[in-house]
T-cell receptor, first 114, second 116 residues
Framework: QKEVEQNSGPLSVPEGAIASLNCTYS??????FFWYRQYSGKSPELIMS????GDKEDGRFTAQLNKASQYVSLLIRDSQPSDSATYLC??????????????FGTGTQLKVEL | DAGVTQSPTHLIKTRGQQVTLRCSPK?????VSWYQQALGQGPQFIFQ???????QRGNFPDRFSGHQFPNYSSELNVNALLLGDSALYLC???????????????FGNGTRLTVT
């Protein structure tokens, strides 16, 4: 079982729709969760962080965390063509894991179509 | 506010050669982590430096080594290059001082290494 799993996609949504990106993780002790956006040929850019169960909203982005189910998701409302990118889910281990070594999923490619 | 800077942006090397990549962390950050990202994959953790020492290491051979300087900048060295080392090498910085385990990583633009 991979430590962080994501559907590679591509996930295609029409402009203006809600895009839903999902991620599961295997380390039950994980404490911190991040979503990064990566445009082709570019480096990952942090867009959301979430540390406790529930929802966290920032503009058009909402991160959702369910530690019991070991599941984290990212919703993008009113999707725009500029949102087309690969979205990487990243997980930090629990304190016993030591330091802030991020484990990434393989990413989900999102395509927002006109 | 200067972000994470990496050099060079692109590099072409031959199998068996050695390469050094450089990274300057974001202003105010004290920890540097290095990641390797192969095409179509997520970044893979190589190692992390804090207070000039390697604190954590991923599943990479000893051919991969690094260094952190007193000004927090860092180098990644790869010896005896293999074709499979071709990848985007990402440097990320964070603030760890005081045990800030939740500090998000901020990435540089990466160095694209091609081994022929």
């Amino acid at each position: 079982q991979k430590e962080v799993e994501q559907n590679s996609g591509p996930l295609s949504v029409p402009e203006g729709a809600i895009a839903s990106l999902n991620c599961t993780y295997s380390d039950r002790g994980s404490q911190s969760f991040f979503w990064y956006r990566q445009y082709s040929g570019k480096s990952p850019e942090l867009i959301m962080s979430i540390y406790s169960n529930g929802d966290k909203e920032d503009g058009r982005f909402t991160a959702q965390l369910n530690k019991a189910s070991q599941y984290v998701s990212l919703l993008i409302r009113d999707s725009q063509p500029s949102d087309s990118a690969t979205y990487l889910c990243a997980v930090l281990p629990g304190l016993t894991g030591g330091g802030n070594k991020l484990t990434f999923g393989t990413g989900t490619q999102l395509k927002v179509e006109l | 506010d200067a972000g994470v800077t990496q050099s060079p942006t692109h590099l072409i090397k031959t199998r068996g050669q050695q390469v050094t990549l450089r990274c300057s962390p974001k202003s105010g950050h004290d920890t540097v982590s290095w990641y390797q990202q192969a095409l179509g994959q997520g970044p893979q953790f190589i190692f992390q430096y804090y207070e000039e020492e390697e604190r954590q290491r991923g599943n990479f051979p000893d051919r991969f080594s690094g260094h952190q300087f007193p000004n927090y900048s860092s180098e990644l060295n790869v010896n005896a290059l293999l074709l499979g080392d071709s990848a985007l090498y990402l440097c990320a910085s964070s603030l760890f001082r005081g045990g800030n385990y939740n500090s998000p990583l901020h990435f540089g633009n990466g160095t694209r290494l091609t081994v022929t």
